[in-house]
């Protein structure tokens, strides 16, 4: 919990460099970023979600910007979810076959979305922007929350049945479709709110790949460091890191 206190108040950091005048001339402006990374860095230690949910809210209340918080958020993705992929791979905890299908439309799909986000930025304005961002976070969040209800409540997980040595050797037609069309939906949604790659991720590999839990991690891990690469990539382009 302490590492991931401390990469909170790093992201917060992060977030607030395009206006260090702010920080500098208010100390309570100062004061509530140091007390909302330790809320933050606190409730991630404790439920291990993501700071993107948590952050994004918080900042926007004492006038951060979202876009912001979303280019600094995937570059925070990156940079942490890189030792622990390099791990998995040391382990071979990695299911190739998945992470390929899951790989194939993260490029054209996070280019699309961030087509789609200076469109609207620049036909409807930066409020409109960042309107969409805050309602499309909370639908995500919502809908988490509703897995996380469901999953908790049936107690029946897919990953209790699944052998540590199984594998998959061949995916189907329909499971191939199915890794393209969410990795799709996740890949847009990451590149416009930075926010449940992870969690969307974890369930479809349970479901769809059939391999050991340590493998379902791996994958998830290094699909999360090739997401958020593209999209930091983009957004810093988009002068939003």
């Known amino acids: 919990m302490v590492f991931t206190l401390l990469d909170t108040v790093s992201l917060v950091s992060t977030s607030v460099l395009s206006n260090p005048d702010e920080l500098v001339s208010d100390p309570t402006f100062a004061i509530g970023l140091i007390l909302i990374g330790l809320m933050v860095g606190i409730a991630i230690g404790l439920s291990g979600l993501g700071g ?17 918080v979303i280019g600094a ?7 942490t979810k890189l030792f622990a992929s390099i791990l998995h791979g040391k382990e071979r905890n990695i299911n190739w076959k998945a992470l390929v299908f899951l790989l194939i439309p993260v490029v054209p799909v996070m280019l699309f979305a961030s087509w789609v ?6 036909n409807y304005g930066s409020d409109i922007l960042d309107t969409v961002i805050l309602v499309l976070l909370g639908i995500i969040l919502v809908g988490i929350s509703l897995y996380m209800i469901k999953n908790n409540v049936l107690k029946k997980d897919n990953l209790n049945v699944i052998s540590e040595h199984s594998t998959t050797s061949k995916f189907t037609r329909s499971e191939k479709t199915t890794f393209l069309g969410a990795s799709s939906i996740i890949s847009f949604i990451t590149q416009i709110t930075a926010t449940g790659a992870g969690a969307m991720t974890l369930p479809l590999l349970v479901k769809k ?6 493998h379902v991690a791996g994958t998830s891990v290094l699909f999360g460091v090739a997401i958020s690469a593209v999209g930091t990539i983009l957004h810093y382009n988009m002068g939003n890191v």
């Open 117 to 122: 986000w200076t469109g609207i930025k620049e």
């Open 73 to 79: 958020d995937l570059a925070f993705i990156f940079g």
């Open 209 to 214: 790949c059939h391999c050991p839990p340590k």
């Open 52 to 68: 993107a949910p948590l952050l994004l809210p918080s900042l926007v209340l004492i006038g951060i910007p979202p876009q912001i």
